[in-house]
Nanobody, 119 residues
Framework: QVQLVESGGGSVQAGGSLRLSCKAS?????VFWGSEMGWYRQASGET?????????????TYADSVKDRFTISKDNSRRTVYLQMNTLKPEDTGLYYC??????????WGRGTQVTVSS
């Protein structure tokens, strides 16, 4: 059974940095290699939105609001995906979820890690 566990959230002041991690387990390594990995976030009272996605090819996509501030990366040997977040703003506050989309289109989600940015 695939499991995604996020960590690294916390409370920071505006301008600060955080690094989120998403550890995947319960699948063979080739499935992880071939999957698209992403980070999404949901602010209180809002719908979940895409933050960053990394395709298995290595190409990345970012929400306009986080471009040049956030970086998604993947360590296949550790089955871990990271989201480096710099120059954080209060509007970055939310629950951040890790997503894994297999080649088969099977979708998996973590439970989320809270990020709070104060002004």
């Amino acid at each position: 059974q695939v499991q995604l566990v996020e960590s690294g959230g916390g409370s920071v002041q505006a301008g600060g940095s955080l690094r989120l991690s998403c550890k995947a387990s319960g699948m063979i390594l080739s499935v992880f290699w071939g999957s698209e990995m992403g980070w999404y976030r949901q602010a209180s009272g809002e719908t979940r939105e895409l933050v960053a996605v990394r395709a298995s090819s290595g190409s990345t996509t970012y929400a306009d609001s986080v471009k040049d501030r956030f970086t998604i990366s993947k360590d296949n040997s550790r089955r871990t995906v990271y989201l480096q977040m710099n120059t954080l703003k209060p509007e970055d506050t939310g629950l951040y979820y890790c997503n894994m989309k297999e080649v088969s289109q099977r979708d998996h989600w973590g439970r989320g890690t809270q990020v709070t940015v104060s002004s």
